[in-house]
């Protein structure tokens, strides 16, 4: 894995972002996104300084890692050829200002892309924590109705 495969999943514009680790004093984040070759990477880094990062490891995502999707459902999303529809929406004005000026620092194209970028990564978060806590509720009724606890672990383990 190359320092700069790790560095092009950091402008996937559907990237994933999770929380990793503390290490000492020091905060690590974890992503999971697609580089240009279409590899979907997991990468934990730290933000130094305001706007440097420092990558600490990068390796090939897997669905073990308990991410919001699966490599292979984001693998699926990111497809060159994925259906699109045009909507309308109205912004305010500043805001698209605003839009324009962050999308070509963040790497963006322009300001729709980082548009979808972000709706992308905020209904990935929302759709992982509805199903999280689904799961949890189903898996807390299993447990009040005496469902022994191996059996439920092995079913999880299964589903993954």
Not at 3 to 14: K, L, N, S, Y
Not at 45 to 58: V, W
Not at 97 to 110: C, T
Not at 118 to 132: F, K, T
Request: charged share 30%; hydrophobic share 40%.
């Amino acid at each position: 894995m190359s320092f700069e495969d790790a560095c092009e999943a950091f402008f996937d514009p559907f990237l994933v972002v999770d929380d990793e680790e503390v290490a000492g004093e020091e905060a690590r984040d974890a992503i999971v996104g697609m580089t240009t070759h279409w590899q979907v990477l997991y990468v934990i880094h730290t933000i130094r300084f305001g706007d440097r990062f420092r990558i600490f490891s990068a390796r090939e995502a897997t669905p073990a890692k308990g991410n919001a999707m699966k490599a292979s459902e984001l693998k699926n999303r990111l497809q060159k050829d994925r259906p699109m529809i045009s909507i309308s929406m109205r912004i305010p004005e500043d805001v698209i200002d605003d839009l324009k000026r962050v999308a070509p620092q963040l790497g963006f194209s322009g300001y729709q892309p980082l548009i979808r970028a972000y709706i992308g990564q905020g209904l990935r978060q929302d759709i992982a924590r509805l199903e999280s806590s689904s799961i949890d509720s189903f898996v807390e009724s299993l447990r009040l109705r005496g469902v022994d606890e191996d059996v439920i672990k092995q079913a999880l383990t299964d589903s993954n």
